[in-house]
């Protein structure tokens, strides 16, 4: 049994004893992903940084050669971050680099941004570029530490409370801008009274998607067949690139551009962001032994409000998906309480 761990262990290049194999595995997904995201826009910004100007409407025709410089740094880390995936028990370096460069980026883009010297369009960069790793980073970093255990626990709480705080900015603040209010002129009118409000709502529903990622590797991290865990991740974090690039646009492309962001970022969100959020829970609710009675009962009609958001989105009926999200979100923030304490 020791020989087939170690071999195992060998196979995912995983040297710490005190590393989940499984958390291993994610590891390696998220890492994995970090460098094919890093790689295309080092790409796309080494050879064809004019639109990139273009696209995020920053009229300074000499940042081409700064864009360049920035897909080569993005580049090298790229190739630290593929590295990572394959060997991670050299992987702590290079993670670490990377790390700090995310965490360094964000405060020279606010400090870009408030000068005039970048729009705040390229917010959608930096959520890809940038924040979406701090936590796997981090935690990863942290493997072996106490703080790293306690902060994994707290997954599925920080899940139901953050998610709780995005369906309440959408019912008290949000709501005025969406397709609940019929009158496209009234909605523009709100958002342009209300900026600030406005972008703060769709901050806490960044932060909610966040944790919930976080919350189903943590779930993956205890189902006995690691393949549907890892399957699992892999298609939320494909849900998580169509909702985080909506949340981007609203905040940073409205109001200026509504009448043709805001119906798409309301696809986006609705149909494939949630959609592939909902299968990914239920391949982790199939995979998970134990879940069986009430509980069980309570699990599928959360997967089926979800389901149900996606057909009413892409249906076009916003009533429905009114519906389905206000049954989705009172079902799911308490249940993500109760499966923290059933799983612990």
Same mark, same amino acid.
């Given at each position: 049994?020791?020989?087939?761990?170690?071999?195992?262990?060998?196979?995912?290049?995983?040297?710490?004893?005190?590393? *989940?194999?499984?958390?291993?595995?994610?590891?390696?997904?998220?890492?994995?992903?970090?460098?094919?995201?890093?790689?295309?826009?080092?790409?796309?910004?080494?050879?064809?940084?004019?639109?990139?100007?273009?696209?995020?409407?920053?009229?300074?025709?000499?940042?081409?050669?700064?864009?360049?410089?920035?897909?080569?740094?993005?580049?090298?880390?790229?190739?630290?971050?593929?590295?990572?995936?394959?060997?991670?028990?050299?992987?702590?370096?290079?993670? %670490?680099?990377?790390?700090?460069?995310?965490?360094?980026?964000?405060?020279?883009?606010?400090?870009?941004?408030?000068?005039?010297?970048?729009?705040?369009?390229?917010?959608?960069?930096?959520?890809?570029?940038?924040?979406?790793?701090?936590?796997?980073?981090?935690?990863?970093?942290?493997?072996?530490?106490?703080?790293?255990?306690?902060?994994? !626990?707290?997954?599925?709480?920080?899940?139901?409370?953050?998610?709780?705080? !995005?369906?309440?900015?959408?019912?008290?603040?949000?709501?005025?801008?969406?397709?609940?209010?019929? *009158?496209?002129?009234?909605?523009?009118?709100?958002?342009?009274?209300?900026?600030?409000?406005?972008?703060?709502?769709?901050?806490?529903?960044?932060? %909610?998607?966040?944790?919930?990622?976080?919350?189903?590797?943590?779930?993956?991290?205890?189902?006995? %067949?690691?393949?549907?865990?890892?399957?699992?991740?892999?298609?939320?974090?494909?849900?998580?690139?169509?909702?985080?690039?909506?949340?981007?646009?609203?905040?940073?492309?409205?109001?200026? *551009?509504?009448?043709?962001?805001?119906?798409?970022?309301?696809?986006?969100?609705?149909?494939?962001?949630?959609?592939?959020?909902?299968?990914?829970?239920?391949?982790?609710?199939?995979?998970?032994?134990?879940?069986?009675?009430?509980?069980?009962?309570?699990?599928?009609?959360?997967? !089926?409000?979800?389901?149900?958001?996606?057909?009413?989105?892409?249906?076009?009926?916003?009533?429905?998906?009114?519906?389905?999200?206000?049954?989705?979100?009172?079902?799911?923030?308490?249940?993500?309480?109760?499966?923290?304490?059933?799983?612990?």
């Amino acid at each position: 049994m020791e020989g087939d761990r170690g071999q195992a262990r060998s196979e995912v290049g995983v040297a710490d004893p005190s590393l *989940d194999l499984r958390r291993a595995r994610h590891y390696r997904l998220f890492f994995g992903l970090a460098a094919s995201v890093t790689a295309a826009f080092a790409i796309w910004a080494g050879l064809f940084p004019s639109n990139v100007l273009d696209v995020f409407q920053v009229d300074r025709p000499a940042y081409s050669i700064l864009l360049r410089g920035l897909g080569l740094v993005d580049g090298l880390l790229a190739v630290g971050y593929a590295y990572a995936a394959f060997n991670l028990r050299r992987a702590k370096p290079f993670i %670490a680099i990377g790390l700090a460069v995310r965490v360094i980026g964000p405060v020279a883009w606010v400090l870009a941004v408030a000068g005039g010297q970048l729009t705040a369009r390229t917010f959608t960069l930096v959520i890809f570029l940038d924040l979406v790793w701090w936590i796997p980073f981090a935690l990863f970093l942290l493997e072996g530490t106490r703080g790293g255990e306690s902060l994994r !626990a707290l997954a599925p709480y920080a899940c139901a409370v953050l998610n709780l705080t !995005a369906a309440g900015a959408l019912l008290l603040v949000l709501r005025p801008g969406t397709e609940v209010v019929p *009158d496209p002129a009234s909605r523009i009118q709100y958002i342009t009274n209300n900026e600030l409000l406005w972008r703060a709502g769709w901050v806490c529903w960044i932060a %909610a998607a966040l944790s919930l990622l976080a919350f189903y590797a943590w779930w993956a991290a205890r189902v006995p %067949a690691w393949g549907w865990g890892v399957a699992a991740l892999a298609i939320a974090s494909v849900g998580l690139l169509f909702d985080l690039t909506a949340e981007s646009l609203l905040i940073a492309w409205l109001p200026k *551009d509504y009448a043709t962001v805001a119906p798409a970022t309301s696809l986006l969100t609705g149909g494939p962001g949630n959609g592939l959020y909902t299968v990914a829970g239920a391949l982790l609710t199939l995979a998970t032994p134990g879940l069986r009675g009430w509980f069980a009962t309570w699990t599928w009609t959360i997967w !089926a409000a979800g389901f149900g958001l996606s057909a009413f989105t892409l249906a076009g009926n916003f009533l429905g998906v009114a519906v389905c999200s206000g049954v989705l979100f009172a079902l799911f923030c308490p249940w993500a309480v109760v499966m923290g304490r059933k799983q612990a």
